[in-house]
């Protein structure tokens, strides 16, 4: 009785060593390829977490000054309108009132330049780690 398989009579393929060698080392660099890609989009997750985390952190820091700002001056006024209602004569009032202003100007100068320094401060906080991360992308791999 004939074999019914026609395959039957045929060698088993066998590939010669050096394909074989080869497409192991293929499979190997994609497997390395892939981790790589992996990592670095890990990495990546990781970067835009902290940007928006510090950033967050800045606009809380600098929402919180604000309102410092708005209290002080505020307690600035009423104090300032309580003591002029307490003059006794009109050249004590312009005294008080100028005092009042001078002291606000250097108030709202140092005010400023608080809130210029938290600006300054939140944007560097921010860019770090963008600045971290592309060190690492951009650094050769044998330093």
Do not use: C
């Not at 190997?28 to 990781?46: I, V």
């Not at 003059?87 to 001078?102: D, I, Q």
């Not at 002291?103 to 921010?126: H, Y």
């Amino acid at each position: 009785m004939a074999d019914s398989n026609p395959f039957s009579s045929v060698t088993p393929f066998q590939l010669p060593e050096q394909v074989r060698a080869i497409a192991e080392k293929g499979v190997a660099q994609a497997r390395e390829s892939y981790t790589k890609l992996k990592d670095a989009a890990e990495s990546q997750n990781g970067t835009i977490e902290a940007v928006f985390s510090s950033a967050s952190k800045g606009a809380t820091d600098y929402s919180a000054k604000l309102v410092d700002i708005v209290k002080t001056n505020t307690n600035a006024t009423f104090d300032f309108a309580q003591s002029l209602i307490g003059a006794k004569s009109l050249p004590e009032a312009l005294e008080l009132w100028t005092a009042h202003a001078r002291k606000q100007v250097e108030t709202l100068t140092s005010q400023t330049r608080e809130l210029a320094e938290l600006t300054q401060k939140a944007a560097a906080d921010t860019v770090e780690p963008i600045k971290t991360h592309a060190s690492k992308l951009f650094t050769p791999p044998n330093s």
